[in-house]
């Protein structure tokens, strides 16, 4: 079965550090762009960074400086460093996979995980 699933979602105090982790199974992500996506309630869903096959990365402008994204592909597996957080930041985070070269579009990825919940807050 091939699918992404994410972990390391939880409580953390305005300031504090996560970091998330987008695990693949069922293939290789080798030749995968990871978008890392997020929605809070009563928000759409927003693209927040991504980091394509080649490792390029796109960030939103509202993380930049904040978060950073890496890949190991010998684990199979993206992470998202999440520092500075903001209340704001509050959201269900998913990350998806898609061919090679990142995009803006969520329809535009083949893969979703179940999403991880952050919450930032006192």
């Known amino acids: 079965q091939l699918q992404v699933v994410e972990s390391g979602g939880g409580l953390v105090q305005p300031g504090g550090s996560l970091r998330l982790s987008c695990a693949a199974s069922?293939?290789?992500?080798?030749?995968?762009?990871i978008g890392w996506f997020r929605q809070a309630p009563g928000k759409e869903r927003e693209g927040v960074l991504c980091?394509?096959?080649?490792?390029?990365?796109n960030y939103a402008d509202s993380v930049k400086g904040r978060f950073t994204i890496s890949r190991d592909n010998a684990k199979n597996t993206v992470y998202l460093q999440m520092n500075s957080l903001k209340p704001e930041d509050t959201a269900v985070y998913y990350c998806a996979a898609r061919r090679y070269y990142c995009s803006g579009d969520g329809s535009a990825y083949d893969y979703w995980g179940q999403g991880t919940q952050v919450t930032v807050s006192l």
């Open positions: 069922g293939f290789t992500l080798d030749y995968y762009a």
């Open positions: 980091i394509s096959s080649g490792s390029y990365t």
